[in-house]
């Protein structure tokens, strides 16, 4: 079983609607958890990292808010717009051996729609 | 100051076959790691190297090998090729390793025929 899920597996918006994309992890206890972002053929870019003591972040019209408690994260997307569509990876980086691992989420594909 | 660069860019191979991709890293950064991209498995960790030692691996077989060169470069290599191992392969590079961020490149698209 995969210690990252996100939901939902797809999502498609209209242009300037608001949307939010959700991350349950089960890694315990982690370095720190982020956001990427992926275009198609494309390399995953950073949006957002967070470490354990961080509830929220922002990147401009991208915001990732982080409860350990319940080992969940969610990245809200504000007045999307077209170049927003793209597959969203939550990452959490887990602490092991000498150096760190990267647990995936398998994305999130959103569409955003004219 | 230059991004992560991955060469090939897209690698046709048939199967039985081996295979070496590049990754540079952004210069300063010692650290670089592998993955694999499949759109049914998602990203999926295959190693890390920190100044020329292999640091971390994931859980492939051993037909999934890689170095690191004194100068941060690295090479993955992948022998006795199989249909299976058609996907993006992802190269990141981070000042120190997966406790920092990680920047990655535009990946190598291997296709095995």
């Known amino acids: 079983k995969n210690q990252v899920e996100q939901s939902p597996q797809s999502l498609i918006i209209l242009e300037g609607k608001n949307c939010t994309l959700q991350?349950?992890?089960?890694?315990?206890?982690?370095?720190?958890l982020r956001w990427y972002k992926q275009d198609t053929g494309r390399g995953p870019v950073s949006l957002t990292i967070?470490?354990?003591?961080?509830n929220t972040k922002s990147n401009g019209r991208y915001t990732a808010t982080l409860d350990a408690d319940t080992k969940q994260s969610s990245l809200h997307i504000t007045a999307s717009q077209l170049s927003d569509s793209a597959s969203y990876i939550c990452v959490v980086s887990l602490k092991r051996g000498s150096g760190y691992a990267l647990n995936f989420g398998k994305g999130t594909s959103l569409l955003v729609t004219p | 100051k230059a991004g992560v660069t991955q060469t090939p860019r897209y690698l046709i191979k048939t199967r039985g076959q081996q295979v070496t991709l590049s990754c540079s890293p952004i210069s300063g950064h010692r650290s670089v790691s592998w993955y694999q991209q499949t759109p049914g498995q998602g990203l999926q960790f295959l190693f890390e190297y920190f100044s020329e030692t292999q640091r971390n691996k994931g859980n492939f077989p051993g037909r999934f090998s890689g170095r690191q060169f004194s100068n941060s470069r690295s090479e993955m290599n992948v022998s006795t090729l199989e249909l299976g191992d058609s996907a993006l392969y992802l190269c990141?590079?981070?000042?120190?390793?997966?406790?920092?961020?990680?920047?990655f490149g535009q990946g190598t698209r291997l296709t095995v025929v």
């Open positions: 990141a590079s981070s000042l120190e390793g997966g406790g920092r961020e990680a920047f």
């Open positions: 991350c349950n992890y089960t890694v315990s206890p982690f370095s720190n």
């Open positions: 967070m470490t354990f003591s961080e």
